[in-house]
């Protein structure tokens, strides 16, 4: 994407979070950018164009909350695993509240559109394909599964932290590891524990 497409993208995300579905609309966009009347709509021409470049661009900043280098080797074993896993988790829930929130709206309006279903469907997979993939690594006998399972834990925690009763208790990297551990820990059967 260009620097005008990253500035574009930003606003939206940025305009999700603050007003919610309603309040994205191109003019908005062009006003929280700082940009031209007519930008967005040069850039992304309907309504549903920006909203796939609202989704595309936070997929590109979640992929920034854990680096590629940051992710374990096979060779770290399950506490590489639990390390990185609580490193993404809690720099989500500490530095990036607003990119949750907007990735709410985002979900919430897919249900509602199936041409945009398909879009955040496919652009989610390059997460999930990787966390498989390690899954496996640690020894799952059943990775998709536990995958699954897994994200689906990360998502509670998280919408419990940035919009339900615990927004104003977020836990500490260690806490978050500890729980990451215990979830693992019975995912995998006993069979590892943090420390081998």
């Known amino acids: 994407m260009t620097a005008r497409a990253d500035l574009i993208a930003d606003a939206a995300l940025t305009l999700l979070a ?11 966009v062009d006003e929280a950018a700082g940009l031209p009347q007519g930008s967005t709509s040069n ?20 992929a920034q909350v854990l680096t590629v280098e ?19 988790l809690h720099r989500y829930l ?15 309006e897919a249900t509602r559109r199936p041409e945009l279903r398909a879009f955040y469907d ?13 899954m496996r690594g640690a020894g799952s006998p059943r990775p998709e599964w536990h995958t699954l399972s897994l ?3 990360c ?23 500890v729980g990451f551990g ?3 820990d019975g995912m995998l059967g006993g069979r590892h524990t943090p420390g081998d």
Not at 94 to 108: C, D, I, N, P, Q
């Open 18 to 28: 603050e007003r919610g579905m309603r309040g994205l609309t191109h003019r908005a």
């Open 43 to 62: 850039y992304a021409r309907t309504r549903q164009a920006l909203l796939e470049t609202a989704v595309r661009r936070l997929a590109d900043r979640e």
């Open 70 to 88: 940051e992710m374990p080797v096979p060779a770290a074993g399950l506490d590489g695993l639990l390390d990185a896993l609580s490193l993404a």
């Open 94 to 108: 500490t530095g990036h509240r607003e990119l949750l929130v907007a990735r709410y709206e985002l979900g919430l």
């Open 122 to 134: 496919e652009t989610g997979r390059r997460f999930r394909e990787p966390l498989t993939a390690l």
């Open 151 to 153: 994200v689906a834990w």
């Open 155 to 177: 998502e509670g925690l998280m919408f419990s932290c940035a919009v339900g009763s615990f927004h104003s208790a977020v836990p500490s990297a260690e806490e978050l590891r």
């Open 182 to 184: 215990e979830l693992l």
